[in-house]
T-cell receptor, first 114, second 112 residues
């Protein structure tokens, strides 16, 4: 069975500090991993993805994520948080061998405090 | 280039009423998806369509039907709405292969 866990419902960070939003996954095969961001009353927007290769993936708006196969994690990071980064963040996984379905975490609400 | 559009944006239904949510895309993507988003539960897949004329059930298909009549459009129908179907519904599309999904703006549905 495929699943994604985001252990923190809420993350608060001061502006200018580094931020981390955690994600762990469970798939039967090798994963494709994704991060999306959702601003209030909007649809989800793609941030970055891991397919293969370098474990550190860089994406939009200065975000990056590190794939760790042994810990089955794909944490989202940014070196210096902005107030405008405040939003809802979703991790998603797709099993390479299991067709077209994506599985989403429950989301983490990030608040960057000025 | 509008991307993924959804209509309506808001809808209020009474229990037992029916309605169809519409999704259209102009990105020439092959796959289309319907999700519902509920607080604390993330996004759950209702149905998806890998290509025109094909549909498959997702995690929570009960109470819904879908139709993929052409490559651009993928509709979601509630035949007899129930309060448990109160949610925000998102349509998404994907080209093919290892690509990401693109989401519409959502439809906020309330069933009273």
């Amino acid at each position: 069975a495929q699943s994604v866990a985001q252990p923190e419902d809420q993350v608060n960070v001061a502006e200018g500090n580094p931020l981390t939003v955690k994600c762990t996954y469970s798939v039967s095969g090798n994963p494709y991993l994704f991060w999306y961001v959702q601003y209030p009353n909007r649809g989800l927007q793609f941030l970055l993805k891991y397919i293969t290769g370098d474990n550190l993936v860089k994406g939009s708006y200065g975000f990056e994520a590190e794939f760790n196969k042994s810990q089955t994690s794909f944490h989202l990071k940014k070196p210096s948080a902005l107030v405008s980064d405040s939003a809802l963040y979703f991790c998603a996984v797709r099993d390479r061998s299991a067709g077209n379905q994506f599985y989403f975490g429950t989301g983490t609400s990030l608040t960057v405090i000025p | 280039n509008a991307g993924v559009t959804q209509t309506p944006k808001f809808q209020v239904l009474k229990t037992g009423q029916s309605m169809t949510l519409q999704c259209a895309q102009d990105m020439n993507h092959n796959s289309m998806y319907w999700y519902r988003q509920d607080p604390g539960m993330g996004l759950r897949l209702i149905y998806y369509s890998a290509s025109e004329g094909t549909t498959d059930k997702g995690e929570v298909p009960n109470g819904y039907n879908v139709s993929r009549l052409n490559k651009r459009e993928f509709s979601l129908r509630l035949e007899s709405a129930a309060p448990s179907q109160t949610s925000v519904y998102f349509c998404a599309t994907r080209l093919e292969g290892i690509t990401e999904q693109y989401f519409g703006p959502g439809t906020r549905l309330t069933v009273t």
